[in-house]
């Protein structure tokens, strides 16, 4: 079974310009869930999307937002973007009950010029 | 508010030691408490994960226990291998997210 994909694996932006990321989960999974990691900050969670919905948020600014389609395939955005956006994005999936135990992706290295 | 902490923030080790990273907890209402290996620039592995209700888990060389009562969790790295050499987090999920510690540095030297 495939793992948790991400595209791309690179990015470079300048300030102000807008971004998209995607997260194809495991097959069969339901939930995805998103994670900046920086520096400086560590791990923190984003957001999370189940069945289209989001079901929870994280502490970050409303530039940061992300939906999830049917297939479960999500995608973030983050928009006029900041220096201190620059970070690696990590989805993460969780099958549908059971554990929670969350399978990660590549992540996505965001940097912001 | 949930905060995890990871002792020692960096380890080096000769090839063969037996290792114990540490994590702790402030919230004991964890439903779960995963950990995960990262190497550098990579995204996270998961190694183990500990129900609330266990006690303990094994795989291979790396067995990982959990205290709820006492908010602590650790991860026993047995005959260390250069491989091994990576960050190391622990995580705990509680109602809702993961919540990270700030993870151990491990290096692993022949």
């Known amino acids: 079974k495939a793992g948790v994909t991400q595209t791309p694996r690179y990015l470079i932006k300048t300030r102000g310009q807008q971004v998209t990321l995607s997260c194809s989960p495991i097959?069969?999974?339901?939930?995805v869930s998103w994670y900046q990691q920086t520096p400086g900050q560590g791990l923190q969670f984003l957001f999370e999307?189940?069945?289209?919905?989001?079901?929870n948020k994280g502490n970050f600014p409303g530039r940061f937002s992300g939906r999830q389609f049917s297939n479960s395939r999500s995608e973030m955005n983050v928009s006029t973007l900041e220096l201190g956006d620059s970070a690696l994005y990590l989805c993460?999936?969780?099958?549908?009950?059971?554990?929670?135990?969350?399978?990660f992706g590549p992540g996505t290295r965001l940097t912001v010029l | 508010k949930q905060e995890v902490t990871q002792i020692p923030a960096a380890l080096s080790v000769p090839e063969g030691e037996n290792l114990v990273l540490n994590c702790s907890f402030t919230?004991?209402?964890?439903?779960?408490l995963q950990w995960f290996r990262q190497d550098p620039g990579k995204g996270l592995t998961s190694l183990l994960l500990?129900?609330?209700?266990?006690r303990e888990q094994t795989s291979g060389r790396l067995n990982a226990s959990l205290d709820k009562s006492s908010g602590r969790s650790t991860l026993y790295i047995a005959a260390s291998q250069p491989g091994d050499s990576a960050t190391y987090l622990c995580?705990?999920?509680?109602?809702?997210?993961?919540?990270f510690g700030t993870g151990t540095r491990l290096q692993v030297f022949p």
């Open positions: 993460a999936s969780t099958p549908w009950g059971g554990s929670n135990e969350q399978f």
């Open positions: 097959s069969g999974h339901r939930s």
């Open positions: 999307y189940f069945s289209e919905t989001q079901r």
């Open positions: 919230d004991s209402a964890i439903y779960n």
């Open positions: 500990i129900q609330s209700s266990q």
């Open positions: 995580a705990t999920y509680n109602t809702d997210k993961l919540i």
